[in-house]
Antibody
Framework: EVQLVESGGGLVQPGGSLKLSCAASGFTLSGSAMHWVRQASGEGLEWVGRIKSKANSYATAYAASVKGRFTISRDDSKNTAYLQMNSLKTEDTAVYYCTRLVGSSFAFDIWGQGTMVTVSS | DIQMTQSPSSLSASVGDRVTITCQASQDISNYLNWYQQKPGKAPKLLIY???NLETGVPSRFSGSGSGTDFTFTISSLQPEDIAIYYC?????????FGGGTKVEIK
């Protein structure tokens, strides 16, 4: 079965750090750009950032709201992408989804189940 | 950033009704638009890509149209399992942006 599984969410204090993982199964992640999208409770979807494939130099890009605090990486040998979150703020509280971008259509065709991150003292 | 404005924000319709959702981009995005369905507690699911192409396995009652700044998403005959929030999303430019969502309910 083709799927993405996120892990690493939890409760963290403001100013703290957390690293999310996104493990792919049923397909090889290496050829795909991987994105992170978040959703605060009762709110819409917000794009967080992306990392391209090795063929595209692992180029990263981020939303202004997280730039300088969040870092996306990947380990293709482990078929896993990561989201390192530093200097967390209460407004970062959300469900975080990893998702695969299909290069041919530039659409997110596979999504993880989401992992909850709560930033609170 | 490209702003995506969806309307209505919510709607209530009867089973079998035709449902239409619009999405307007703040600038020309050609056909670089996707539509997703999100059910409660679940991840979004891709329905339509490149404004009008139906994703494999998605029922044909779903369709999309438009280009430039104005786009339409249609459910030709609403079914009970279509209760969800629908989002448009542009990929013309970073940051990728989503519309605010349209909540579809059964009357």
């Amino acid at each position: 079965e083709v799927q993405l599984v996120e892990s690493g969410g939890g409760l963290v204090q403001p100013g703290g750090s957390l690293k999310l993982s996104c493990a792919a199964s049923g397909f090889t992640l290496s050829g795909s750009a991987m994105h992170w999208v978040r959703q605060a409770s009762g709110e819409g979807l917000e794009w967080v950032g992306r990392i391209k494939s090795k063929a595209n130099s692992y180029a990263t890009a981020y939303a202004a709201s997280v730039k300088g605090r969040f870092t996306i990486s990947r380990d293709d040998s482990k078929n896993t992408a990561y989201l390192q979150m530093n200097s967390l703020k209460t407004e970062d509280t959300a469900v975080y989804y990893c998702t695969r971008l299909v290069g041919s259509s530039f659409a997110f065709d596979i999504w993880g189940q989401g992992t909850m991150v709560t930033v609170s003292s | 950033d490209i702003q995506m404005t969806q309307s209505p924000s919510s709607l209530s319709a009867s089973v079998g009704d035709r449902v239409t959702i619009t999405c307007q981009a703040s600038q020309d995005i050609s056909n670089y638009l996707n539509w997703y369905q999100q059910k409660p507690g679940k991840a979004p699911k891709l329905l339509i890509y490149d404004a009008s192409n139906l994703e494999t396995g998605v029922p044909s009652r779903f369709s999309g149209s438009g280009s430039g700044t104005d786009f339409t998403f249609t459910i030709s005959s609403l079914q009970p399992e279509d209760i969800a929030i629908y989002y448009c999303q542009q990929y013309d430019n970073l940051p990728l942006t989503f519309g605010g969502g349209t909540k579809v309910e059964i009357k």
